[in-house]
C-alpha cells in the first residue's frame, strides 16, 4: 500500500471519484469491480505527480472517465480513460495494462498514448507522428478517438495554468484538428465548447465582446424564445404525439465565424436564437415544416433539407430560417427522436442507445472519411503536408454537388471541380481535361456550390494527365495526394530534373555555393538524409513532384550550411608547416579588433562566422593557411573539447580580449515569439529604445501561431547583449532568445 506521507496526493483534495463512482455502481450497463481496479492502479501510478495548477494528477483522468460516462460510452472506454496516461508517464507498461485489463483496454490506452522517444527534430514532426498514430488507431477502434476529445476537453477547462504561449498553441491545435474532428463524429456539446474554449485564448477580446453582446440580449431572448415556443406548441401538439420544443442561443465561437472571419454584423446573424421541435416519424418533420412556415414568413435561400441528404456524420434535420410577427429572424430545426440522439452524441450513440451493437458495420459508413485520410495521409512525404491535409480535410464548411446521376458529393467549401474528379475516382481526376458545371463549360479552378451538377470531361488521349499547376488549384487532401501520386509515379526522370534544378536555384538564391561538384553533392545529399531520403534522386524527385517545398526547408539548410560548411570553405583544411605547439607561447601580439593573441605577430584577425565572438566571452584563435587567424568562442561547436590532443594542436593559439580597448562587434540573435499584430513593431521599438544598431532584420512565420525574427545588431560586450535579451524578453509574446551564425 502507497504511504500517502510520502505522496504528493492527499485528502485536501476531493478527486471527484466517489461521486462518480456512485453513479457507476447504479447502472448495470458497467463493472464497477473494473473501474474500481482501474482508479486505484492510476491512483497509485500517478500518486507523486501533480498538474501545473498543483492539484494531484489523478483528477486528469478521473475527470475525463466521468465525461465520458455523461457521453455514456461502456465500460472499456471509461477503464481507458483511467488508465490513458498510465503508459505515458509511469512505470507501468502496456503489457502490464493487457495482463490486467484485456486487449481491448491495451488498444485504446496505447492509441491515445502518444509516442515515445522517437528521434524527431520539430514541432510539427512530432505533431504529425502522433495524429498519424491517432487516427490509425482510430481507423482500428473509433473509441481511441472519443477518449482524446474527452482528454483535450478537460486540458483546456484547465488551461489557464499554461504559460500563453502554449494556450494559444493548444488552441490553434484544438480549433484545427479536434473540435472538426468531433463535429465529423457528429458529438455536438464537446464540438461546440472546445470551439468556445479555444477562442477564449485565441481572441481574448472578440469572446468578451461576443459574450456581452449575447448577456445584452439574454434577458429579451429568453422572453422571445419562450413566446415563440408557446406558439408552436399550441400550433403542433395537438396534431402530433410526443412533441418536444425546445430553444438556445447560437454558441460563441458559432458568432465568432460568421463575425470575425466572414465579416458579418452582429445584427446580420439570424440563428442566434434557435427552435429546436423533435418529433416521432420523418412524416411528422414535413408536416412540422408546414405548420412552421404557415406561422412565420419564411427567409428565401434559407432552408436545409439534411433528411433527404444527410451530412456526413450521418446529422439529419430540417432547418429553415424564418421572421416573427415582430420581425425578429430565428432558426428552426426539425427532426425525430432519432435524428435528435444521433445529433447530439454521434458516433456516441452508438454505445450510449446500443444502436446497432450486433457489430462494426452498422457505423463504418459514417467513419468512412477516417480511412480515406489515412490513405492520403500516406502519401505524404513532410509532417507539414500531413498536418495540411487533415486539417483540409476536416473543414467543417462543406457543399454538397451531384453528379449527372443523381450522386451526391460532399466537399469542403472552396473546392473546384478538380477536387469533385477525384472524389469520384483518381482515374476520372487524372484523365480530366475540362468540365461542365449545370451544362456550361467551366473554368477549372471553378469553385463548386451546393446543389450543382458538374460533369467531368475526361480524355484517354495518349500524354494526357494531371498538370503541376492543379497543385496550385485544388483544396483536398484527396485532389492533392492523387495528383502527387501520379507525378510520383509516372513523371519520376521529369521530376528529378525539375527538382534538381529547383533545389539549385533556391540554393543560388540564398547564396548558398560551392567550389566543385563534389561538395555540392557531399551537402545536398546530408539534406536529403535529414528528410530521410535514401539518395538524392529521391529527393530531387520529391522536390519535383510537389511533394516537399524546398522554400521550407531552407532556414534549416542555412544553418547547417553556417555551421558545418561554410567554416570548411573559409579555412582549409592544411595548414602552414609549423614546427611548434603555439598553444604553450609567451610571446603575444595586439590587433585593432580587441583581441590580443599569444604566439603571434602581426597577423591578420577575424571573427569567426559560425559563433559570431563579441568581447566578455571566451575566445581561441585559429591559424587558416595564407588567410590570417580566426577567432572563435571557446564553446563554439567547431572547437575541440580538448585543444592539446585534437588533431593538429599547433593551429590552435591563445587568445583573449584586450580589456583597454573598446570595440564593436556584430551579434545575431534570433528572437522567437507569439505571431500577433504588432510583435515585430514592438522588438524593433525596444531596439530603438536601447539605442542599438540594426544591420538587418528578417521577420516570418515559422509555424501555427509563432513567428521568428532574426537580427543583427552591434554590440560591445557580453553583459550588453545579455541587456538587450532581458529587455526583449519583456515583450509580450516574447518566449525565447539565442544566438545564430550570420
Known amino acids: 500500500m502507497v504511504n500517502e506521507e510520502q505522496s504528493v496526493y492527499t485528502d485536501d483534495y476531493d478527486d471527484g471519484f466517489n461521486k462518480f463512482f456512485e453513479d457507476i455502481k447504479k447502472n448495470p450497463q458497467y463493472d464497477s469491480e473494473v473501474i474500481k481496479k482501474a482508479y486505484d492502479l492510476a491512483r497509485d501510478a500517478h500518486k507523486n505527480q501533480r498538474r501545473r495548477s498543483g492539484e494531484p494528477y489523478i483528477m486528469h483522468p478521473v475527470a475525463v472517465a466521468e465525461i465520458l460516462y455523461k457521453l455514456g460510452m461502456d465500460n472499456e472506454c471509461i477503464v481507458g480513460a483511467l488508465l490513458h496516461d498510465v503508459v505515458e508517464d509511469t512505470k507501468y507498461d502496456l503489457d502490464y495494462i493487457k495482463q490486467e485489463f484485456g486487449d481491448e483496454v491495451a488498444l485504446l490506452v496505447d492509441g491515445v498514448t502518444k509516442l ?20 490509425i488507431a482510430m481507423n482500428e477502434d473509433v473509441r481511441v478517438i472519443i477518449i482524446k476529445l474527452c482528454d483535450r476537453l478537460h486540458n483546456m477547462r484547465t488551461l489557464q495554468h499554461m504559460p500563453p504561449y502554449k494556450q494559444r498553441e493548444k488552441s490553434l491545435e484544438t480549433l484545427e484538428i479536434y473540435a472538426p474532428i468531433a463535429h465529423r463524429l457528429g458529438i455536438r456539446p464537446i464540438k461546440e465548447e472546445l470551439e468556445d474554449l479555444a477562442i477564449y485564448y485565441l481572441d481574448p477580446i472578440a469572446y468578451k465582446e461576443i459574450e456581452k453582446n449575447l448577456s445584452m440580449k439574454k434577458e429579451q431572448g429568453e422572453k422571445f424564445l419562450a413566446d415563440i415556443t408557446k406558439q408552436i406548441s399550441d ?14 442561443v447560437k454558441s460563441v465561437h458559432g458568432i465568432f465565424r460568421k463575425v470575425y472571419i466572414k465579416g458579418k454584423d452582429f445584427e446580420q446573424i439570424f440563428d442566434i436564437y434557435a427552435v429546436r421541435i423533435i418529433v416521432d416519424t420523418m412524416i411528422d418533420c414535413y408536416n412540422a415544416l408546414g405548420i412552421v412556415h404557415d406561422m412565420f414568413k419564411p427567409l428565401p435561400g434559407r432552408f436545409k433539407d439534411y433528411i433527404s441528404m444527410p451530412k456526413p456524420n450521418m446529422y439529419q434535420s430540417l432547418h429553415t430560417t424564418v421572421l416573427s410577427d415582430k420581425g425578429v429572424p430565428f432558426e428552426i430545426q426539425i427532426r425525430t427522436w432519432d435524428m ?7 458516433i456516441a450513440a452508438h454505445w450510449k442507445y446500443k444502436l446497432g451493437r450486433g457489430g462494426k458495420d452498422s457505423i463504418d459508413s459514417r467513419l468512412e472519411w477516417i480511412h480515406r485520410m489515412i490513405e492520403h495521409g500516406d502519401e505524404t512525404d513532410t509532417p507539414e503536408e ?35 474528379a477525384y472524389a469520384i475516382h483518381s482515374a476520372v481526376g487524372n484523365k480530366m481535361v ?21 460533369e467531368v470531361l475526361t480524355s484517354n488521349a495518349q500524354g494526357k494527365g494531371p498538370s503541376r499547376d492543379w497543385l496550385k488549384i485544388v483544396t483536398t487532401g484527396e485532389a492533392r495526394s492523387k495528383i502527387r501520386s501520379w507525378f510520383k509515379k509516372e513523371k519520376r526522370d521529369e521530376n528529378i530534373v525539375q527538382g534538381k534544378a529547383e533545389v539549385e536555384r533556391e540554393l543560388r538564391r540564398n547564396f548558398i ?97 559560425c559563433c559570431s565572438p563579441i568581447p566578455g566571452e571566451e575566445i581561441v584563435g585559429f591559424i587558416n ?13 567547431n572547437v575541440p573539447d580538448d585543444l592539446k590532443n585534437c588533431p593538429e594542436p599547433e593551429r590552435w593559439v591563445k587568445a583573449h580580449w584586450d580589456n583597454n580597448v573598446k570595440v564593436d562587434a556584430r551579434s545575431t540573435i534570433d528572437v522567437y515569439a507569439i505571431d500577433r499584430d504588432g510583435v515585430v513593431l514592438d522588438i524593433t521599438a525596444c531596439m530603438a529604445t536601447a539605442h542599438v544598431k540594426i544591420h538587418s532584420i528578417n521577420a516570418r512565420p515559422i509555424s501555427e501561431g509563432n513567428c521568428l525574427t532574426t537580427m543583427t545588431i552591434t554590440v560591445n560586450s557580453k553583459e550588453h547583449l545579455d541587456s538587450i535579451e532581458k529587455s526583449l524578453r519583456k515583450i509580450e509574446g516574447v518566449y525565447h532568445i539565442e544566438r545564430s551564425a550570420f
Open 116 to 135: 515515445g522517444q522517437i528521434p524527431l527534430s520539430t514541432r510539427e514532426e512530432v505533431q504529425a507522428e502522433n495524429i498519424r498514430k491517432m487516427f
Open 235 to 248: 400550433k403542433i401538439t395537438p396534431v402530433m404525439k410526443h412533441v418536444q420544443i425546445t430553444s438556445r
Open 340 to 346: 435528435h440522439r444521433t445529433a447530439e452524441y454521434g
Open 386 to 420: 500531413l498536418v495540411t491535409t487533415i486539417k483540409g480535410d476536416l473543414s467543417s464548411d462543406e457543399v454538397y454537388v451531384f453528379t449527372p446521376r443523381g450522386d451526391v458529393k460532399a466537399l469542403p467549401k472552396g473546392a473546384t471541380v478538380i477536387d469533385f
Open 434 to 454: 475540362g468540365a461542365k458545371v449545370n451544362g456550361k463549360i467551366v473554368h477549372l479552378d471553378y469553385k463548386v456550390k451546393t446543389g450543382e451538377i458538374v
Open 513 to 609: 555555393r560551392f567550389e566543385d561538384s563534389e561538395e555540392y553533392i557531399k551537402f545536398v545529399t546530408r539534406i536529403a538524409e535529414r528528410q530521410h531520403f535514401t539518395n538524392i534522386d529521391d529527393f530531387y524527385a520529391a522536390v519535383g513532384y510537389g511533394g516537399i517545398q524546398i522554400s521550407r526547408l531552407m532556414p534549416g539548410i542555412k544553418d547547417e550550411f553556417n555551421r558545418n560548411w561554410r567554416v570548411q570553405k573559409e579555412e582549409p583544411p592544411k595548414p602552414a608547416v609549423a614546427t611548434t605547439n603555439t598553444l604553450d607561447k609567451p610571446r603575444t601580439s595586439k590587433d585593432s579588433s580587441g583581441v590580443v593573441v599569444e604566439g603571434i605577430d602581426n597577423c591578420l584577425i577575424k571573427m569567426a562566422r
Open 625 to 637: 593557411r595564407g588567410t590570417g587567424l580566426t577567432i572563435h568562442r571557446k564553446d563554439c561547436v
